[in-house]
């Protein structure tokens, strides 16, 4: 059994990772605004925290075995309409609030034998893609984060990152509102299909899990294969 803590668990893929920890037993923190869905599972504690207010952040005593960031944004238009503000939220929500909150788990995370941590980048970092140039700086980022924190803290803390492309989640809504919508851009990838929360979480578990112990520093493209295939 773990302890982890997981920012953002309250809808997408957060939720979908906070049900499969819970439901093997561990104890699962989640950090975010709302707690609508959670109160049904078992072996979840809620703590309010906004995500653009790191004043908000709660105390945890204790060790920590696992952390997972999720919060994210969609923010997509061409790149000459982009503002100042828009620049400064995508990085904010993606990257800074990430940084801070580890800063402040990382003595719960050295009690643990060798704990483990997941943040969430996007496969525009790598494929490039119109329209992402807010939200892939933001996600190169926590690329970056990911890879520093990594060397930093091995062996006692493995930091790793997993890079999904589009997602049936709330935040993704808006593109993928119809069946034609999921039909046209599920096609697109070459397992023909877009990706669902499961497919995230199962690979977050694996590398929340003693599976993966000899895992750090990597980006995992969870992304249907679009990120390298072509066909």
């Not at 709302?34 to 105390?59: C, G, I, M, R």
């Not at 924190?149 to 049936?168: D, Q, W």
Request: proline share 4%; aromatic share 8%; net charge neutral.
């Amino acid at each position: 059994m773990s302890r982890i803590v997981i920012v953002g668990g309250s809808y997408g893929i957060g939720l979908e990772i906070v049900k499969q920890l819970s439901s093997e037993e561990n104890e699962v923190i989640v950090l975010s605004r709302t707690k609508e869905f959670l109160s049904p599972l078992k072996n979840v504690q809620h703590y309010y925290y906004d995500a653009n207010d790191s004043t908000t952040l709660p105390v945890i005593d204790g060790a920590i075995d696992g952390f997972v960031y999720c919060p994210g944004s969609i923010n997509l238009k061409p790149f000459t309409r982009y503002t100042a503000a828009d620049f400064s939220t995508d990085l904010n929500i993606n990257a800074i609030s990430a940084a801070l909150v580890m800063q402040k788990l990382v003595p719960n995370l050295k009690e643990s034998v060798q704990a483990s941590v997941v943040f969430f980048s996007t496969i525009a970092v790598q494929a490039g893609m119109p329209f992402h140039a807010s939200i892939a700086m933001a996600k190169g980022a926590v690329e970056g984060l990911t890879k520093s924190l990594a060397a930093e803290y091995a062996p006692k803390i493995r930091v790793n990152c997993v890079a999904p492309s589009i997602t049936e989640t709330p935040l993704s809504e808006k593109l993928i509102n119809t069946n034609e919508k999921k039909e046209v851009v599920g096609n697109r990838h070459p397992l023909k299909r877009i990706g669902t929360t499961q497919d995230i979480a199962n690979t977050v578990s694996f590398l929340l899990s003693n599976k993966s112990s000899w895992i750090t520093g990597q980006i995992f493209h969870v992304d249907g294969g679009l990120s390298t295939l072509k066909q």
